[in-house]
């Protein structure tokens, strides 16, 4: 045993067959085949120390052979080669990697597109003009092309500004500017963020006739590899007179000619240096910069533009300065905008009336512009005026002529901060403006003008209705109680007549709206859209025949072909003339000494109905004449309370300023079956007692503070059919 070292394991088990015969075989050096390098000393091989072998001696140390200085710096050379021989070698490698990488990626975002062979010039998307009864342009639906303007026909100095500011180098790239690429990037960098971009004329070309706006990868190769098709099939003319046609402006405009005549009302043939300046920089930002909106902004981008057109000497400075200097922009103002909402429903009816538009097309309408400012003014006005006291943010008009034929419409008081189309698709309580339809009802079950019912208070199952003065009449005719609005002798009449009935006379006449047929009722608590219960109100103004309302007359394409052309309504007497007769009787008295006596139309027979609808949300006027019938809304669209506005405050103000204004000059007609001084006018002037004073607005559908009134009903020895022959007949 060597010294020191300790004698491992114990006991040592026997070992047979042919794992015993091997057990102690070994092989020596001499034993080995010699290899190439056997005349090179080697290492000895070290053997494995038996555990129990005690006289084992450590293998003898190799002393590796010495190197001279020769020799190290030769492999020192070698070691400093060898990092830049592999490195080539990878970058060699990695090239060959990258490039198959890079046309497989080609291929494959090719393979996304379509064809080459089968790409088109695609046409122009199909606009929609809105004109006016006159024949005057109202609005624009969809994009706004102009006609294709000649690169020819241009003024030499518009191509120019779009070249200066949007790819200089236009006519000398493939599609792709590399050096553009290379300098936006640059740029990006310098600035840290996205401060210019590297696409050229043609590659926005592409994205704008074939691809979306979306910020992707893959579109970016897909916007290359078009530009580079473009440039192929096309030349640079070509594209350059493609892209000023096709080019987004901003406000719905397409192209320099329909640019041109949105913001400065004349042809891209006769703009100015400074105004084509203007119309290149809104590129960059058309709905930040559009002149019409923006002018501030758009100018200062337009003088960025003069300042690139004079380095790329395509104008001189004296003229780039004198452009800056003294400006000739004359943009056209935004219009006040009311009549979009007209235009948003003919875009909504569309197609209903001619399916899907798949060129441009001309709609007719029957809006009369004049009418149309009008109750703009009147809306905006009133409620610029007179919002905050009453606490009443919204409004709205329709008015039509007997025909169901919309002549102007409001749809809310600013359309730029909403296009909520409070006339069309906003549906509120009409309040006691739906108890004509009660009434009718009554009259066509065989009461009259002059039937009286009992004006007291009523319990049903717990509801009390009352009325907005909390005093009671007593024995009303039905004429005092439409008049004075009362709300008692509304749900007494519509439960005598029963709420279905009440509910299919409304149906009749034009209200497409789920109704309620309840107790309540009466009082106009289902909620219907201003243009039905405007509707609704026609058979009354023209003698009892049932109007379906619009607004388009007729639709043509731009070379004359007809799409469609409205024809007369065939819903036939919806109200027997008899009962029309009556029922005007009886809606004059609310202008004349009922909750509508503010309302003034001089030299003209005018009737209507009020409502004011629970807690004061929503305030109605729906007056007529037999020349148009106006409907005015206030309120919030929350459907927040406002502050005790009823029908017969500012609607009918708003109301009687239109229809002064609407008739003026117009010669007037009676309402049907309603002849001033005969037998019906006589009973509505006697059965109003000469000292009666006007009630209030009409009654909201739940109790409402107290408000005075005086007015006065028959003495009850004498009974109202007694006061009403003494008036008549002198006794």
């Known amino acids: ?48 120390i038996d555990d129990d072998d005690d006289d084992d001696e450590p293998p003898p140390v190799e002393r590796k052979p010495r190197v001279t200085r020769a020799e190290a710096k030769r492999r020192a050379k070698s070691r400093a080669r060898l990092p830049i021989g592999r490195m080539f070698y990878w ?44 024949g005057s342009v109202l609005a624009i639906r969809g994009e706004m092309p102009g006609a294709n303007v000649a690169l020819k026909d241009l003024p030499p100095y518009l191509p120019k500004a779009f070249i200066a500011i949007e790819d200089r180098r236009f006519y000398h790239h493939f599609g792709i500017d590399p050096w553009g690429i290379l300098r936006a990037a640059v ?52 594209i350059l007179e493609l892209y000023l046609n096709r080019v987004y402006f901003g406000s719905g405009a397409y192209g320099v000619e329909a640019a041109s005549q949105r913001y400065f009302g004349k042809s891209a043939r006769h703009v100015t240096l400074a105004e084509a300046a203007m119309l290149a920089g809104l590129v960059k930002s058309p709905s930040r910069l559009a002149p019409n909106r923006n002018p501030e902004g758009a100018e200062q981008r337009a003088q960025t533009v003069l300042a690139a057109m004079a380095d790329a000497k395509f104008i001189t400075e004296a003229q780039a300065q004198a452009s800056i200097g003294h400006p000739s922009y004359n943009v056209k103002p935004v219009g006040a905008g009311t009549v979009n909402y007209v235009a948003d429903w003919i875009g909504e009816v569309l197609d209903d009336l001619v399916g899907q538009i798949e060129q441009s097309v001309v709609v007719e309408t029957s809006i009369d512009p004049k009418l149309q400012a009008v109750a703009e003014a009147a809306v905006i006005d009133e409620l610029a005026a007179k919002s905050v006291k009453f606490d009443v943010t919204q409004g709205a008009l329709v008015a039509m002529s007997p025909d169901g034929a919309v002549r102007a419409m409001v749809g809310g008081r600013n359309y730029s901060e909403s296009q909520y189309n409070r006339a069309v698709t906003a549906k509120r309580q009409p309040g006691s403006a739906f108890k004509p339809f009660v009434y009718l009802t009554a009259i066509e079950s065989g009461l009259t003008p002059e039937t009286v019912r009992q004006d007291a208070p009523l319990d049903i199952k717990g509801w009390k209705p009352e009325n907005y003065s909390h005093q009671y009449l007593g024995q009303v005719t039905l004429t005092q109680a439409l008049a004075m609005s009362l709300n008692t002798v509304a749900v007494r009449l519509g439960l005598e007549v029963g709420p279905k009935n009440v509910v299919r006379t409304a149906h009749r006449l034009g209200i497409s709206s789920k109704l309620d047929a309840n107790a309540s009722i009466a009082l106009g608590t289902s909620e219907v859209s201003m243009i039905e219960l405007v509707g609704a109100y026609a058979p009354f103004a023209n003698g009892g025949l049932g109007v379906s309302p619009h607004v388009v007359t007729k639709i043509h394409t731009l070379d004359g072909k007809v799409l469609y052309a409205r024809q007369s309504d065939q ?33 003209w027979m005018a009737a209507g109905k009020t409502g004011t609808s629970q807690d004061f949300r929503d305030a109605w006027f729906i007056g007529y004449t037999a020349n148009l019938v106006t409907g005015v809304w206030l309120g919030n669209d929350d459907n927040s309370p406002t502050k005790k506005a009823t029908g017969g405050g500012l609607p009918v103000e708003i109301w009687t300023r239109f229809m002064k204004a609407a008739h003026q000059g117009v ?6 079956a309603s002849q ?22 009409s009654a909201p559908a739940r109790a409402a503070p107290t408000r005075t009134s005086a007015a006065v009903r028959p003495e009850p020895d004498a009974g109202l059919d007694g006061w009403l022959m003494q008036r008549l007949f002198g006794r």
């Not at 001033?676 to 607005?697: E, F, K, W």
């Open 187 to 238: 740029t990006n960098v310098l600035h840290r963020g996205v401060s210019q971009g590297g696409s050229t004329l043609t590659q926005q070309l592409a994205k704008n006739l074939f691809l979306t706006q979306e910020r992707t990868f893959q579109r970016k190769l897909q916007e290359a590899e078009l530009a580079i098709w473009l440039e192929r099939k096309h030349s640079k003319n070509e």
């Open 91 to 134: 970058c060699v490698v990695l090239g060959l990697w990258g490039a198959i990488a890079t046309v497989g990626l080609v291929v494959w975002v090719g393979a996304h597109l379509p064809a080459i062979q089968s790409l088109e010039i695609p046409k122009r998307p199909p606009t929609i003009q809105i004109t006016a009864a006159d």
């Open 571 to 603: 819903l036939g007497q919806v109200i027997d003339p008899q009962y029309v007769a009556m029922m005007n009787r009886m809606m004059q008295e609310t202008l004349l000494s009922g909750t509508a006596h503010k309302a003034e139309l001089p030299g």
């Open 667 to 672: 010669t007037p007609v009676p309402l049907p």
């Open 676 to 697: 001033p001084g005969g037998m019906l006018a006589t009973i509505a002037q006697a059965i109003t007692p000469p000292n009666a004073v006007a009630p209030p607005s």
């Open 1 to 48: 045993m060597a010294w020191g070292r300790k004698k491992k394991g114990g006991r040592k088990e026997p070992i047979f067959g042919l794992a015993a015969a091997l057990s102690d075989l070994r092989l020596s050096p001499e034993d080995r085949v010699p290899g190439d390098g056997s005349d090179k000393p080697k290492k000895a091989a070290k053997r494995k």
